[in-house]
């Protein structure tokens, strides 16, 4: 009997050993369940030539020659990658919408003796419940925004504050961005594929328990925050960190020495700041960059733009702070320092 998930938690705690997605990898590689891997039973070629036949010939035409492809593809799939699997392996198949390609393969993989079975709607069905989610309804975690300047290394502290048991949501890695104007990190994420993490991510969480996020736009680089965890953020209180200009500056040229580094891609991100910060400064900025000068650069770009960015970012907010903690330093010693005071904020709000 199909698998017939009416949540996310549902689906995640399928049971079975692997699940399949049967898609073709262009489909895969836009989204995805977290975790499945990918047999794809037509590839991109395969898939687009089905489809045009099915649009220009006929559908029964269409039939035949997919089913071929995907019984060949699909032997190809049992005498290589599922080859090792003995007659207890349980797995979930789906594909776009729970159809001929996941009914298909879960046939063969029954015919054989494994108890294979489908995702009722396939992608469409997990898509369906992930948007119901981050999109359509209130989400029901306390959250807790860590804000403060740009270089008072909030990302650093996320995974310290994981090793003490803070529940913690790294907005930027699952963006693999660093959510400034320098912050490319590489290819982001799919809009999709950050929406499914994400929501894997929620799904591991306790409602009863605060959840903490950094602070962030509704926008990291090209990936838009969710409407529900948008408006969870926008009522949730707020730990502010602070540091020392001159830590924040040594921080900053540690963090972001590869974007420092690379002058024409740094110019580039520095041109659009001419219409807010003004071609003077702007120049500025580039002629210390030209000269090598890091220090002077990153000191300034922080007095003369993110400074003055998040202070008036704050006064529009105008967040409720029920705690300021302030570091001596944003070395290691001195942040797990900062990890354990803002933990223990965290975890008064449990009592």
């Known amino acids: 009997m199909a698998l017939t998930p009416s949540s996310l938690t549902d689906l995640f705690d399928h049971g079975f050993d692997t699940v399949i997605d049967v898609r073709s990898p262009a489909e895969f590689a836009e989204d995805h369940v977290p975790g499945a891997i990918n047999l794809p039973v037509l590839d991109n070629e395969e898939r687009a030539r089905v489809g045009t036949i099915y649009k220009q010939v006929s559908p029964f035409d269409a039939r035949k020659i997919g089913a071929a492809l995907v019984f060949r593809n699909a032997a190809n799939h049992i005498e290589t990658s599922l080859f090792h699997h003995d007659g207890a392996w349980r797995p979930l198949v789906y594909c776009w ?63 310290l504050l994981t090793a003490r048991g803070v529940q913690v949501i790294d907005l930027e890695g699952l963006a693999n961005h660093r959510g400034s104007l320098l912050g490319a990190m590489g290819e982001q994420p799919s809009q999709k594929a950050f929406e499914s993490a994400l929501a894997s991510a929620l799904c591991r969480l306790d409602p009863a328990r605060p959840v903490l996020v950094e602070a962030e736009s509704s926008k990291i680089g090209q990936i838009l925050i969710p409407p529900s965890l948008w408006e969870g953020m926008k009522v949730a209180p707020w730990i502010e960190v602070s540091a020392p200009l001159e830590a924040r500056t040594d921080y ?59 202070a008036k970012s704050m006064k529009a907010m105008a967040p409720k702070v029920i705690a300021q903690v302030a570091a001596e330093g944003l070395m290691s010693e001195q942040l797990e320092q900062v990890a354990g005071r803002i933990a223990s904020t965290l975890q008064a709000m449990e009592t």
């Open 97 to 159: 919408r729970g159809g001929q390609r996941s009914g298909s393969f879960a046939w063969l993989l029954r015919e054989i003796g494994w108890r294979s079975d489908v995702v009722q709607g396939g992608y469409k069905t997990y898509r369906r419940l992930v948007v119901d989610m981050l999109h359509d309804r209130t989400l029901p975690y306390r959250f807790v925004q860590l804000g403060g300047y740009t270089g008072t290394a909030k990302t650093e502290l996320l995974p």
């Open 252 to 310: 900053l040229l540690r963090a972001y020495d590869d974007i420092l580094s690379d002058k024409a891609t740094l110019h580039a991100c520095l041109a659009p700041l001419k219409a807010h910060r003004g071609e003077a400064l702007v120049a500025r900025w580039i002629g210390f960059s030209s000269a090598g000068d890091k220090r002077a650069l990153t000191r300034s770009l922080m007095e003369d733009h993110y400074d003055l960015a998040y």
